[in-house]
Structures are given as structure tokens and as C-alpha cells.
């Protein structure tokens, strides 16, 4: 991709190439921007190191030669190398959380994010009656955060099969002055964990499907494949964390899984488990929930 710098003076110049470039290029977006105008928006007010909510005011500001220069190699890497925005700029949000990111984790998108703690309360009883959770498949750790939010009186456990993910965790959970609360733990699933009852689980556990995985965009690929793929029906997790959750869980507990896309491969590999799904602003059908009870009953 060439850059033409010395065309490009103010912000709002920059910002109307980068939308025709990236419609252009026909990047794939999904990693916190939906499309090519907000994306665009999003990359160059991070890279000016200016508010992320306030565009209109420097729309007409003239940029440096260091500033187009910079600017100039962060859309290469968006547009060439189809690198998510997210690793760019080292940083993913949910909602009003920040959080570091890099290559070694997925990008935090959990549906799971939406629901702590309002959207499951009917299910979990009041935030202060959690006395412990667990975050499964943590990555970069950031629902464990969030449930350390949601959940004041809550210790939380957050595990992960890889180490460099738990590095990120661990970052991010003493961005957060957490420690104390958030235990990360070198986990595949339940396999390490301390014998202990968890009054909540949650995962966003990998659960794309082999075929799935070959169409994946560019964009996608660059994030780590553990992460993702979950075999040929994309409930090798979901499988293990449905045979093994009821022992770590406390007479009332409570476990929520993310599945994405995948409803009727659950439904149709658990037949006898009475999922409830929860709806979501994106989705109705993305996150279930059981109970201990149920899921003993449903074996």
C-alpha cells in the first residue's frame, strides 16, 4: 500500500483515506468495530494519543511529518498484514473496562461480558451472595476481572491452558489491583484445579468448528488457534466442561457457557440438558446456563 503523505494534512484527510482504503482492501472487522468509519476513527485517535470519545474537535488539525509517518505504517499493518486493531494498539475494551492485549491472547468479545452481573441474577441470587467463581479458558483474563467487579464479596479463580495467555492475565489483573482476589491458575479446563466448590463458573471456552476454522478472514487467523477451534462440531470444550462442572460446583451453583453460533450442536449433543439461553444485545441464542441441579439430572 503507498501512502500519499504529503496529500494527507489534517485528521479529517487522513480519516476519509482510511475508510476508502479499508472498503477498499475489504478488511473483515468484528475485534471491538463493526465497520470501516469507526475503525478508522478508533486507530487514528489512539495513534495522535488523543480522547478516544471526542473526534470532531481535531477534525481539521494539521498533523506532523512524524505523525503522518506513523500513521502511514499503522494503516500498512491494518491493510496489508490485516492486523485486528485491537494488536495495534495493545488494548481491547468491554464495555467501560480497558484491557491489555497482544498476539498471545484472543481478543476479548465475550457475549458473557454483557451479562455480569444483572443478566444471570435470576440464576446466580443477589452479587453478594457469591462467595466464589471461576473464570475457565481466562486468556487474557478479562472476565475474571469482570467478575471481580460484579461480584464484591467473590474470590475468583481464573484458568488457562497457556502460559503466555496467564502472562496477560496476570497484567491485566494488577492493571486492575486485583491480585489479591484474582488467582490465575495453568489449567486444561478443570484438569489442575483445587478440589473446591465455585458458587459461579463461567466460560468462553473455544467453540469454532473445524470447517469453520479454514473460512476464517485474515483477521482472525492472526489470533491463537487454541483459542478457537473445538472440533468438527465445536463442543470438544463445551463436552468437558458439561461432564466434569457439576463436581465443582456448589449445591446452588451456577455455570454459564458462551457457544457463539452453536446452539443446535449443543442442543443436539446434550439432548436431555435443559438449557436456558440468555439474550443478549447480539444474540439470543449464544450463551447458556445451567444449575448443578440440572446438569446432574440431565446426564
Known sequence: MTTPLNELATVRDWLRWAVS?????RLTFG??????YDEAVYLLLHALHLPLDRLEPFLDAHLTQAERSQLAQLFSRRIDDRVPAAYLTREAWLGEFRFYVDERVLIPRSLIAELLPDGIEAFVGDASSVASALDLCTGSGCLAIL???AYPNADVDAADIESDALAVAQRNVSDYGLAARVNLIRSDLFENLPEKSYDLIISNPPYVTSVAMDALPREYRHEPSIALEAGDDGMDAVRVILRDAARFLSPRGVLVVEVGHNRDAAEAAFPRLP???LQTASADDGVFVLTR???IAGR
Not at 21 to 25: D, K
Open 31 to 36: 475485534h471491538g468495530t463493526t465497520n470501516a
Open 293 to 295: 441441579e440440572t446438569l
Open 275 to 277: 438449557f436456558t439461553w
Open 147 to 149: 467478575l471481580a467487579h
Open 21 to 25: 482504503r479499508f472498503g477498499e482492501a
